[in-house]
């Protein structure tokens, strides 16, 4: 069975401080990897993908990926407490739209 | 740019009936995913349909089945309805060449 794993929290940091959510993989024939944020009671929304080795950066959002450990991660600098969610990530095989889901990080921002 | 619509938003159905939810997606797109969002499972892949095809399924039952129209818009159908289907069913669009898919706000089936 492949999966996706993730600690289901909560994972709680206080306002201003890095949230580091995880994130691993069984997959190894798996390509691309997101990072959907989930409020509750909402639809998932994409805030991230990498494909490739290393850290991409998108505002306050960075995504890690280390393909060797099947290790993939997002970084979310100066919390806010509007950034209280679920984090849900997803791994997909190339050329498809097959996502695997884990079951997600449930965050919480002190304020 | 609107985004992808899901209709109906919400459904109460009984033990035995059948249910068709529907899904437009983002304009331009012609990839469509459905997902069943639980408690208990998380999110699950159902399928995905490109240009009117099936291209992968997941590991449901033949009760759950889905359709995609010339115009990209999807269908999924679920007959003789159980209480452990009841669900939040998502569907994602996405851009062929691009990896990436876009939620809708869900359809939310109860099952009584």
């Known amino acids: 069975q492949k999966e996706v794993e993730q600690n289901s929290g909560p994972l709680s940091v206080p306002e201003g401080a890095i949230a580091s959510l995880n994130c691993t993989y069984s997959?190894?024939?798996?390509?691309?990897f997101f990072w959907y944020r989930q409020y509750s009671g909402k639809s998932p929304e994409l805030i991230m993908f990498i494909y490739s080795n290393g850290d991409k950066e998108d505002g306050r959002f960075t995504a890690q990926l280390n393909k060797a450990s099947q290790y993939v991660s997002l970084l979310i600098r100066d919390s806010q407490p509007s950034d209280s969610a679920t984090y849900l990530c997803a791994a997909s095989t190339s050329g498809t739209y097959k996502y695997i889901f884990g079951t997600g990080t449930r965050l919480k921002v002190l304020a | 740019k609107a985004g992808v619509t899901q209709t109906p938003r919400y459904l109460i159905k009984t033990r035995g009936q059948q249910v068709t939810l529907s899904c437009s997606p983002i304009s331009g797109h012609r990839s469509v995913s459905w997902y069943q969002q639980t408690p208990g499972q998380g999110l699950q892949f159902l399928f995905e349909?490109?240009?009117?095809?099936?291209?992968n399924k997941g590991n449901f039952p033949g009760r759950f089945s889905g359709r995609q129209f010339s115009n990209s818009r999807s269908e999924m159908n679920v007959s003789t309805l159980e209480l452990g289907d009841s669900a939040l069913y998502l569907c994602a669009s996405s851009r062929a060449g691009y990896t990436e898919a876009f939620f809708g706000q869900g359809t939310r089936l109860t099952v009584v």
């Open positions: 997959d190894r024939g798996s390509q691309s």
């Open positions: 349909y490109f240009s009117e095809t099936q291209r």
